[in-house]
Every structure is written in C-alpha cells, then in structure tokens.
C-alpha cells in the first residue's frame, strides 16, 4: 500500500527532474524512502500486535 509521504515524495521527485532542481529531486527521493519506512515500521507494529493477540488467546482458552 502506497501512503501520503510515498505520493508525495514521488511527485516532489518528479518536479525536480522536470525542472532541473537537484535539490527538490533529492527532497523528493527522501520523501519517498520515509513513507517506504514509515510503512515497514507500520507493518512490524501490526505483525508484533497481531502476534501478543495470539499468544493471548491462546492462553484465554487453557
């Protein structure tokens, strides 16, 4: 899933190439990274919750 940060960073990056800017084509390529982060770190906060739910459930039915 592609999130705000990642839009934006690629949309940023593009107006830089167009443009000429390195600077805003850079802004844009470190944009995109983070929301690539950004959604890693989501996805590892889900897998870790998702994983304590189980641990508990598993318990809950002893």
């Not at 705000?4 to 995109?32: F, M, N, W």
């Not at 998702?50 to 641990?55: C, E, P, T």
Request: aromatic share 4%.
């Amino acid at each position: 899933m592609v999130n705000k940060e990642q839009v934006e960073g690629k949309v940023t990056e593009a107006k830089g190439k167009v443009t000429g800017d390195d600077s805003e084509e850079l802004k844009g390529k470190i944009k995109e990274k983070y929301g690539e982060a950004k959604e890693k770190a989501e996805e590892l906060v889900d897998d870790v919750a998702s994983k304590v739910n189980d641990l508990f459930d598993k318990k809950d039915k002893k």
